[in-house]
């Protein structure tokens, strides 16, 4: 067996979310107690409108997947991934279980980055859009044809059959009516709170430049596949200069997976909340087995499928 873990991304949070691990597993309290009051009551009781701001969602969500993995470490034999990823915020969650970043560190870093991502999502009109069911080398083709109309480009690439675009109304617009005159799939208009991994998310990247000239980071531990990329650290390549990319390009999803089950991986363990990941993993191969833990219940199965293998 080897194992990938996959620590999902901003969109996956709920109110309520944790309480049942914090309640029974010293390991995942000792890292949400590094939350501040505000987040920590957020994730526990909400209100959704509060928890679903970006400066609250990133850190309770990479505490949240810390304390999980944490635990994980502590309570579950065999638990010995070969390979990480996450989606979105989902990769600094990755990079600290790697050992890049201490977890106070990851959770200062984030903070920022939420103000900053925030930030560069008020008053923008875009609009964003998941591509259902149509082919990658179509969208492609639409979104460059679209421009002509407004500007629009693709944000995710999360599996087969789903990329999520972003731009102007008129550029989506144009996108979406390509879509049905050719009948490649269907349009799903997004409620999101910004225009996230596009080039409207240029002054968060640049704001990310200058935090990283002070930032200290870490030998991963376990080898880490990156969004805008979809591989492994390449050489020539920094964690740096890719996370500072991230923010404004695409997620290679769908890439980060393929490349992981080609390099051996056929068990895909997705620290929650929800079940998105895997999902995607299914939907990119369905011969791979999948883990969920979401929940406290959740980590007891984890290790039983762990044992079994």
Do not use: W
Request: net charge negative.
């Amino acid at each position: 067996m080897k194992t990938a873990v996959l620590f999902a991304g901003q969109g996956s949070q709920r109110p309520g979310m944790g309480k049942d691990i914090y309640d029974a597993h010293p390991a995942f309290r000792r890292v949400f107690d590094l939350l501040t009051d505000e987040e920590k009551k957020a994730a526990f009781e909400g209100p959704e409108s509060e928890l679903v701001k970006t400066n609250i969602t990133q850190p309770v969500l990479l505490a949240f997947a810390m304390g999980v993995f944490e635990t994980l470490k502590e309570e579950v034999p065999g638990f010995d991934p070969a390979v990480a990823a996450g989606l979105s915020l989902g990769e600094y969650s990755a990079l600290t279980a790697s050992g890049v970043f201490k977890v106070e560190q990851a959770l200062d870093i984030v903070r920022v980055r939420g103000r900053l991502m925030a930030e560069c999502a008020e008053g923008t009109d875009a609009v964003m859009t998941a591509c259902i069911g149509a082919e990658r080398a179509d969208i492609e083709k639409f979104v460059e044809e679209a421009n002509k109309a407004g500007h629009v480009e693709t944000a995710n690439y999360n599996c087969p059959g789903q990329i999520v675009i972003a731009g102007t109304r008129g550029g989506v617009e144009a996108v979406e009516k390509m879509m049905e005159e050719a009948g490649s799939g269907r349009a799903i208009r997004l409620t999101v709170s910004g225009p996230f991994h596009t080039s409207y998310m240029e002054p968060a990247s640049k704001g990310l430049a200058e935090l990283f000239e002070d930032t200290q980071f870490g030998e991963m531990q376990i080898p880490v596949l990156f969004n805008c990329t979809g591989k492994e650290l390449a050489e020539g390549e920094t964690i740096r200069d890719l996370l500072i990319e991230q923010v404004k390009s695409s997620v290679m999803f769908e890439d980060q997976i393929r490349n992981m089950i080609a390099g051996g991986v056929d068990t895909f363990i997705e620290i929650g909340p929800g079940k998105a990941l895997t999902g995607f993993v299914k939907k990119t191969d369905r011969s791979v087995k999948t883990i969920n833990i979401d929940k406290e219940k959740d980590i007891a199965k984890a290790a039983a499928k762990l044992a079994a293998e």
